[in-house]
Nanobody
């Protein structure tokens, strides 16, 4: 399974971006998908996930009510709509998966497959 993340860029505080994560080498509807982000010198933090058939979604407290995750299995793509962006959201964003990786409304796990990362910079 391979993941391809895209959609990052430079945005002003308060702006929006939509990240995409496209899967190949597998069928998206078999996988829960998570988004992580990483800043220099820190580990990757899980911020959101969506289960198969969108049965469950999870958001970390840092992004809840600002970010929205969705999936289009026909397009093999998961989206992360990011609104009301803050400078603290500046990071490299990664999508992640594995068969049966944990994803419920209460939390998310870490799978063995990573996308290459896409840089999001929030700055005026």
């Amino acid at each position: 399974v391979q993941l391809q993340a895209s959609g990052g860029g430079l945005v002003q505080p308060g702006g929006s971006l939509r990240l995409s994560c496209t899967i190949s080498g597998g069928t998206l509807d078999d996988y829960n998908i998570g988004w992580f982000r990483q800043t220099p010198g820190k580990g990757r933090d899980g911020i959101s996930c969506i289960s198969t058939k969108a049965g469950a979604t999870f958001y970390s407290t840092s992004v809840k009510d600002r970010f929205a995750i969705s999936r289009d299995d026909a397009k093999s793509t998961v989206y992360l709509q990011m609104n009301s962006l803050k400078p603290d959201d500046t990071a490299v964003y990664y999508c992640n998966t594995a068969k049966d990786v944990y994803c419920t409304e209460y939390g998310m796990g870490i799978g063995g497959y990573w996308g290459q990362g896409t840089q999001v910079t929030v700055s005026s």
